[in-house]
């Protein structure tokens, strides 16, 4: 019985994202909208496929742009988090700098570091950071804060120093949040990618998509775009994949109930 | 009946400990003997568990000593194992190694602490639930599980804070007896706070009624005798007596 509604919930969006698609294609192809403003879902996947290679050296560029910010930005946020749980008067004066620099709008920000850094891979990484940097940082901070008090007391009882107590219980209990805002992370760092390709680079989709656009090759545009979806998805189900291989108890929960 | 004899291993002499300027509890003596259970009883909120906290070393107390072994141990930990209401097992760890976590603390590799916990499983009825998660276990499973913990730690000293206090009725009566069989396998000895009168008399050798604010030591009761099992112990007519002195103290 279950079993039919798990696979139920699983097509519920199915369902809805496939009638979008033929509505869509049935308003293009209907003549309703002119197909040099909007190509259709079939105009789009013929485009890319022709265009395949070429897409893929792009994408390839975007994609290590996009992990190498991640990666930074996970082992800054492993590094600020931990400090800032360790010293109160760090998170104090830090914490609102980190939300008001969220209140920045990337987009922005992004012409300016092109100014400071020039024009290669540098600024990218850079934006995909800035962007990344935030929800990786904010969750891993409660996720430590957020221990039972009772339970520091206890190891404390039985001796427990400082890094024992970050080590084996803090950090430990921390990783569901670490993992959340990783995810969150993961689905932004394409997208920060792209928006530092946007002002201008030798490669990347961002670059791509600008070029495409100047030659109001709209099926291309779109064939950049569902490539950034698909890599994101990707990237979050991957992330959610090791999740569950580091944390068994989790799956043991869900299973459970 | 007040004397610390030789074989003493725990003594308060004098705590006072305040909070906010007040005083929570003031001048507790208390003393525990080898192999000897003791309760504390009180209501909730008295600061029984300020107390533990001092004997624990986690708090430094405003006056007064604590000894262990006639060595004064004020204001430091790891000297006696702690237990608490909540379980708090660490749910990303099976029962062996939520056991270990004492041994790995004080710095033994975890798998000698593994092998040492693992001979304990059957003492504490888990042979079979080693490698299950504090997610597979019941209420009361996983209090032995956190007993097992604790005794890993240390049985010289073990200071149990409510500990069933978050159980259901039965499976409280339950782990009662359970945790006397326990006591007489691994010979330890027990100062163990509670609220609930009936579980301070089936448990305990003697009892400390604690009381007033700030809380203080109102009288020492020595529980004449241990019965065999906690229905018997309801009829009989001797703790019928005790039980009610006990309540118009409270």
Redesign the interface.
């Known amino acids: 019985m279950r079993k039919y509604q798990n696979i139920g919930d699983k097509l519920i969006p199915i369902i809805f994202i496939l009638a979008i698609l033929v509505l869509w294609e049935l308003v293009v192809n209907l003549g309703v909208v002119q197909r040099y403003i909007l190509p259709s879902p079939t105009d789009i996947v013929n485009a890319l496929l022709a265009n395949w290679s070429d897409i893929m050296m792009h994408t390839w560029v975007t994609f290590f742009e996009g992990m190498t910010g991640l990666l930074a930005a996970v082992f800054l946020s492993l590094i600020m988090a931990i400090v800032m749980d360790q010293f109160t008067v760090v998170k104090k004066a830090i914490y609102p700098v980190l939300v008001i620099s969220q209140t920045v709008p990337i987009i922005v920000i992004a012409p300016l570091l092109a100014m400071w850094f020039g024009f290669g891979i540098a600024p990218k990484i850079f934006v995909v950071v800035l962007v990344c940097f935030f929800p990786i940082t904010v969750n891993l901070i409660e996720g430590l804060q957020s221990v039972d008090g009772e339970l520091i007391n206890l190891v404390r009882s039985m001796g427990a120093t400082k890094s024992q107590i970050f080590a084996k219980i803090k950090f430990p209990s921390a990783l569901p949040y670490f993992f959340s805002g990783l995810k969150i992370a993961a689905t932004y760092s394409i997208m920060g990618a792209v928006i530092g390709e946007w002002l201008g680079g030798k490669a990347g989709l961002g670059v791509y998509m600008l070029r495409a656009r100047h030659a109001f090759a709209l099926d291309l545009v779109f064939a950049a775009i569902l490539v950034i979806v698909i890599v994101s998805i990707m990237l979050f189900y991957g992330i959610a994949g090791i999740q569950r291989a580091l944390m068994p108890w989790k799956k043991l929960k869900e299973e459970l109930e | 009946m007040n004397t610390c004899h030789n074989k003493c291993v725990l003594k308060v002499v004098g705590v006072t400990q305040e909070y906010n300027h007040k005083n929570i509890i003031e001048d507790i003596h208390i003393h525990l003997n080898q192999g000897e259970f003791v309760s504390i009883l009180g209501p909730s909120g008295c600061g029984k568990s300020t107390l533990f906290?001092v004997i624990?070393?986690?708090l430094t107390p405003e006056a007064g000593k604590v000894f262990v072994n006639d060595k004064e141990v004020t204001g430091e930990?790891?000297?006696?194992?702690?237990m608490?209401q909540?379980d708090?097992l660490?749910?990303?760890r099976n029962v062996i190694d939520n056991g270990i976590?004492?041994l790995?603390?004080?710095g033994i590799p975890k798998k000698e602490a593994r092998e040492k916990v693992k001979t304990m499983l059957s003492v504490f009825q888990l042979e079979d639930d080693g490698e299950k998660?504090?997610?597979?276990l019941s209420g009361g499973m996983k209090q032995r599980v956190s007993l097992l913990r604790t005794t890993m730690?240390s049985k010289e000293i073990m200071l149990l804070d409510e500990p069933f206090g978050g159980l259901d009725a039965i499976t409280r009566l339950k782990m009662q007896e359970y945790l006397l069989t326990i006591l007489k396998k691994i010979k330890g000895s027990v100062l163990f706070i509670t609220h609930d009168i009936d579980e301070a008399i089936f448990l305990s050798d003697r009892i400390y009624i604690i009381n007033g604010s700030p809380a203080h030591i109102i009288e020492e009761i020595v529980v004449p005798v241990k019965h065999a099992s906690s229905e018997e112990m309801m009829t009989s007519g001797e703790l019928r007596q005790l039980r009610s002195d006990i309540l118009k103290r409270l």
């Open positions: 906290n624990a070393g986690l930990t790891g000297v006696v194992s702690y608490y909540k708090l660490l749910p990303w976590l004492p790995e603390i004080r998660y504090p997610i597979q730690f």
